[in-house]
């Protein structure tokens, strides 16, 4: 068994032993401080007032319950009762575990639970902007966290096939003629496709009629999948042919360039759900049956609703729409609706459904749950929500064309990015600095939209992403550059039995304690879709390399034992950090 659960396992057993003598019926809050002075603490403060005792009493009453062993010691620091690991004998059974794991250290058992990662799902009309940018990339290292912790994960992608938005472009490319559209700045079908967008909203604007005849293409569009006739003419007499197939080819053709930017990340996803789907299948209609015979529908002017207001009440609800309008007057569907029918569909095909979402979501995402709940849905998605990310310049808007595109942010991290390189190693090829440069920029932008809880704003600054100190994407790559470097200039790697009672210096036996919890923290990232976590880690463990680098040779170490118990150390390093960039979607480059 991985000692590091081992440990916390017995330790916590222990403590629920000692809460039932004491009649405590909550769950014991134990903490990894990162303090260095406890491996684990107990956590005795909210146990104060039920006990009626200062919290460093409660620690001192809870030690005295707890039994000897010769795994840890124990001792009462305010109030917390801190568990300290017998650091010979766990830093032996911590470093033979990894050791003997090889290159699956960091691969959790099997769960059997199936897990559908809903993310990115722009809209398919133009290129991604930099406000956006932080959703495949979380959505993304969700997929792989999970993965690697065992879970059954099928990442999807949402394509709004049917909105307003999608018709207007496609209206564009029906009535805009070539030459009144500026060439893009990119041979990519996305940009090509959005400057038909961005001139067909200006006609817009411009003009009610237009809007008249979007709406009509919807109700038609509709009308036509759900006769699954998709050759079928959707716009009116006179006006240029729009087939139903058009539509959809748009979307294609949007999403093609669109994958592209997302490859340059390594994002990709296992399947594509169009909203067209639930319409021609027939799900559509059976949700807005259900939802018509519930005791909450109403009807007005022909469109029909859900009254929520008895469940939207207080905070933040107060100032929304207390109405889950579910059809139009004219009988056609609304997006939430198809997302009803598409969530209802998912719910019953996976243990856990996790949807990546925008701040701007909350209000759809509770109307949804209302509305799941009203159709007999019991479960929910689980929703990780974003703040957006920003540039110095603020905003950015693909509608009207004021917008900097995740491409342009692309080009720029890998240019800056060879910047760095080329100040650093001037020696390296033409090929071997364009190959870092790519990892240390692309790297740069993932780690730095990671590394900050999803809820918490971002403004995108390149000093900070790219220094090679800190924080930060580089500093990581280059100990895992370093470790791999040392390995290269050895003799091989240690074989048969290792002696690890060799590592006693308090740098090194502080490294094969941070790599021990790399389990722990990809199970954590995984169960509390808590991705920052990772990314603190790796800086935690890079930190803690550069510290034994510092202290304890290896190459030149005189000791053969000793020597090939740390050439061992930095092997296992180099594992765990380069797992640990993959879990981030971050390449790990052998040298930098």
Not at 155 to 174: E, S
Not at 353 to 370: F, K, P
Not at 428 to 433: A, V
Request: aromatic content about 8%; proline content about 4%.
């Amino acid at each position: 068994m991985d000692p590091a659960a081992e440990y916390s396992v017995s330790f916590e057993r222990c403590v629920k032993e000692a809460f039932s003598i004491l009649g405590i019926e909550s769950a014991p809050v134990i903490e990894r401080p990162r303090s260095g002075e406890a491996d684990l603490c107990l956590v005795c403060f909210p146990l104060s007032k039920g006990l009626e005792m200062s919290p460093e009493a409660v620690a001192g009453r809870i030690k005295s319950l707890l039994p000897e062993d010769d795994r840890w010691s124990l001792k009462v620091h305010s109030g917390y009762l801190n568990c300290i690991f017998n650091e010979g004998r766990y830093v032996r059974e911590a470093a033979d575990f990894i050791w003997r794991a090889g290159e699956s250290y960091g691969e959790l058992d099997r769960r059997g639970v199936k897990v559908i990662v809903e993310h990115t799902s722009a809209n398919p009309n133009g290129p991604f902007h930099v406000g956006r940018a932080r959703n495949p990339i979380i959505g993304d290292t969700l997929v792989r966290m999970m993965r690697a912790a065992g879970y059954d994960v099928e990442a999807q992608y949402w394509v709004n096939d049917m909105g307003k938005q999608v018709m207007l472009l496609v209206w564009g490319m029906a009535n805009i003629p070539p030459s009144e559209i500026s060439p893009p700045e990119r041979d990519k079908e996305d940009h090509l496709l959005v400057r038909y967008y961005q001139t067909a909203n200006s006609r817009l604007e411009e003009n009610s009629e237009v809007e008249e005849e979007i709406n009509g293409l919807l109700k038609r569009y509709e009308d036509a999948v759900s006769s699954g006739d998709w050759k079928l003419v959707i716009s009116r007499t006179g006006a240029p042919v729009i087939k139903a197939e058009d539509v959809r080819n748009a979307c294609l053709r949007v999403l093609d360039g669109m994958r592209q930017s997302l490859s340059r990340l390594n994002v990709s996803f296992d399947s594509f759900v169009f909203e067209s789907e639930v319409v021609e299948d027939g799900s559509l209609d059976e949700v807005v049956g259900e939802l018509k015979k519930s005791g909450l529908c109403g009807e007005e002017d022909g469109a029909y609703y859900l009254d929520l207001s008895g469940s939207l009440k207080g905070g933040d609800m107060d100032r929304f729409k207390k109405r889950f309008v579910f059809t139009r007057a004219d009988g056609s569907a609304l997006y939430t609706t198809r997302d009803l029918a598409y969530h209802r569909s998912k719910l019953v095909r996976c243990d856990r459904a996790i949807n990546v979402l925008g701040e701007d979501h909350r209000y759809q995402s509770t109307m949804l749950r209302l509305a799941l709940k009203e159709i007999g849905v019991n479960n929910e998605p689980e929703v990780v929500f974003y703040s957006f990310v920003s540039l110095p310049g603020g905003k950015m808007s693909t509608r009207r064309g004021r917008v900097v595109f995740l491409d342009d942010l692309l080009d720029i991290a890998v240019e800056r990015a060879g910047d760095e390189v080329k100040k650093r190693r001037e020696d390296l090829s033409d090929e071997e600095m364009a190959d870092i440069s790519v990892s240390v920029g692309l790297g740069a932008l993932r780690f730095n939209m990671i590394s900050v809880q999803p809820e918490k704003k971002i403004v995108f600054r390149w000093e900070d992403a790219l220094s090679f100190e800190g924080a930060t994407s580089p500093f990581v790559q280059y100990s895992h550059a370093r470790a791999s470097s040392i390995i290269e200039k050895s003799e091989g790697l240690p074989e048969g039995e290792i002696d690890w009672t060799k590592l006693v210096e308090d740098t090194e036996r502080g490294l094969v304690k941070t790599l021990s919890r790399f389990r722990e923290v990809i199970g954590r990232c995984a169960d509390e879709t808590r991705i920052h976590l990772m990314a603190n880690y790796l800086v935690d463990t890079a930190s803690t390399f550069n510290e034994f680098y510092r202290d304890c040779p290896v190459l030149s170490e005189e000791d053969p034992e000793r020597k090939r118990a740390r050439l061992a150390l930095v092997e296992m390093t180099r594992r765990v950090i380069g797992r640990g960039l993959w879990t981030l979607g971050i390449d790990a480059p052998p040298r930098m």
